[in-house]
T-cell receptor, first 117, second 111 residues
Framework: GAVVSQHPSWVICKSGTSVKIECRSL??????MFWYRQFPKQSLMLMAT?????????EQGVEKDKFLINHASLTLSTLTVTSAHPEDSSFYICSARDVSGGGETQYFGPGTRLLVL | EDQVTQSPEALRLQEGESSSLNCSYT??????LFWYRQDPGKGPEFLFT???AGEEKEKERLKATLTKKESFLHITAPKPEDSATYLC????????????FGKGTRLSVIA
């Protein structure tokens, strides 16, 4: 199946710093990517939809200025957690929509674990 | 509102004991129903996409089926390595909509 990578796989940072997470579709182009966060033993929570070349669409309750999303190319979306605080510690997962071959499937990255001290 | 309900929340099986996971859904026009497997600390791994009622797909010990109201993930003679959380999601036909996920079924297969 298609491959989506995330970098870094884990990060520890001090409170107040900003952290950037990259999401890449390695073998297909993705006009649409998604960012989720997941708390332990809970399901995925959609944060925002990232569209190539346009502004991201944020879910209700997600702060746009806190979680900056940039989708500058068809294979790369980035999530920047600005001025991170301990409550931002979570598992962040991106996904990319593959519409090639007539179907439409969303592939997920391996996730990034963020710990804010 | 599009909705996905998975049952049971957790399932414990003996190795070799076949069973089924259920995914009930309501959606304003189904574009696709998706099954994923998620291991702890990892992103979901794509398993199947089903597009229309009556469709079936198989992969090793897993078989997914679809009706107009629900999908089943049948696990035949499971092994301990099948232990994971299985997620079901639907995508509505209208527009560029994100997937709507169920809460998942945590499967444990005991040797």
């Amino acid at each position: 199946g298609a491959v989506v990578s995330q970098h870094p796989s884990w990060v520890i940072c001090k409170s107040g710093t900003s952290v950037k997470i990259e999401c890449r579709s390695l073998d297909f182009q993705a006009t649409t990517m998604f960012w989720y966060r997941q708390f332990p033993k809970q399901s995925l929570m959609l944060m925002a939809t990232s569209n190539e070349g346009s502004k991201a669409t944020y879910e209700q309750g997600v702060e746009k200025d806190k979680f900056l999303i940039n989708h500058a190319s068809l294979t790369l979306s980035t999530l920047t957690v600005t001025s991170a605080h301990p409550e931002d510690s979570s598992f962040y997962i991106c996904s990319a929509r593959d519409v090639s071959g007539g179907g439409e499937t969303q592939y997920f990255g391996p996730g990034t674990r963020l710990l804010v001290l | 509102e599009d909705q996905v309900t998975q049952s049971p929340e957790a399932l414990r099986l003996q190795e070799g004991e076949s069973s089924s996971l259920n995914c009930s859904y309501t959606v304003s026009g189904l574009r696709g129903l998706f099954w994923y497997r998620q291991d702890p600390g990892k992103g979901p791994e794509f398993l199947f996409t089903l597009y229309s009622a009556g469709e079936e797909k198989e992969k090793e010990r897993l078989k997914a089926t679809l009706t107009k109201k629900e999908s089943f993930l049948h696990i035949t003679a499971p092994k301990p390595e099948d232990s994971a959380t299985y997620l079901c999601a639907v995508q509505a036909r209208s527009g560029n909509t994100p997937l709507v996920f169920g809460k998942g079924t945590r499967l444990s297969v005991i040797a």
